[in-house]
């Protein structure tokens, strides 16, 4: 029973502009999102994460977006660049749990 | 100097047969996972030890064996090998005990293919 679930296995998008990336969770005991980004034959390396007590959090280029009440968060990449292109995995956590459960990632492809 | 590696990277394997995936983390951290990449691109927490102490032992099969000699080291032994076995294996570790805001340091993983 996946409880993170990112729906749009891929996306394309020209370099310079936005890519969203979408996520939605069923567990409302998660308080806790994190992203990662992953290159091919490479592990999955941490990109933004954040708090269930923000609904954004802006890391330079990326920004998440979190709405509990729709238990979605969004990662938002602008402008969007070749080196951005990679598997993109949304992650959540409980207070009272020992691990991450993760989506099962968005393949990015940024056209030059 | 990779922070997070794993032996071997590539692992081809009859089935019935017993295999084992090394770990070693250089960067000090207390808690170190396994988790299976199977078919569908999900990433399944499997096990998780701070400070050589097992504290995650999720819904494996119990031909999966952990063990951790040390805090850098975690190793993966896979008894009597299936088909549904075959996945990409990622190590990873975090610093402390577990807290979802502790960055986890992945290792490149392991490609199992089990014929």
């Known amino acids: 029973d996946q409880q993170v679930k990112q729906n749009s296995p891929s996306l394309s998008v020209q370099e310079g502009r936005i890519s969203i990336l979408n996520c939605d969770y069923t567990?409302?005991?998660?308080?806790?999102f994190l992203w990662y980004k992953k290159y091919p034959a490479e592990g999955p390396t941490f990109l933004i994460s954040?708090?269930?007590?923000?609904d954004k959090n802006e890391d330079g280029r990326f920004t998440v977006f979190l709405n509990k009440s729709a238990k979605h968060l969004s990662l938002h990449i602008v402008p969007s660049q070749p080196g951005d292109s990679a598997v993109y995995f949304c992650a959540a956590s409980g207070r009272l749990d020992y691990k991450l459960s993760f989506g099962a990632g968005t393949t990015v492809t940024v056209r030059a | 100097d990779t922070a997070v590696s794993q032996t071997p990277k590539y692992l081809v394997t009859q089935m019935g047969n017993d295999k084992s995936i090394k770990c070693e983390q250089n960067?000090?951290?207390?808690?170190m996972y396994w988790y299976k990449q199977d078919s569908k691109k999900f990433l399944k927490i499997m096990f998780s030890?701070?400070?050589?102490?097992?504290?995650i032992n999720e819904t494996v099969p119990n031909r999966f064996s952990p063990k951790s000699p040390d805090k850098a080291h975690l190793n993966l032994h896979i008894n009597s090998l299936e088909l549904g076995d075959s996945a990409v294996y990622f190590c990873?570790?975090?610093?402390?005990?577990?807290?979802?805001?502790?960055?986890?340091?992945f290792g490149p993983g392991t490609r199992l293919t089990v014929t």
């Open positions: 567990n409302s005991m998660f308080d806790y």
């Open positions: 990873a570790s975090s610093q402390g005990g577990y807290r979802p805001s502790y960055e986890q340091y």
């Open positions: 960067l000090g951290h207390d808690t």
């Open positions: 954040i708090s269930s007590i923000k």
């Open positions: 030890y701070n400070n050589k102490e097992l504290i």
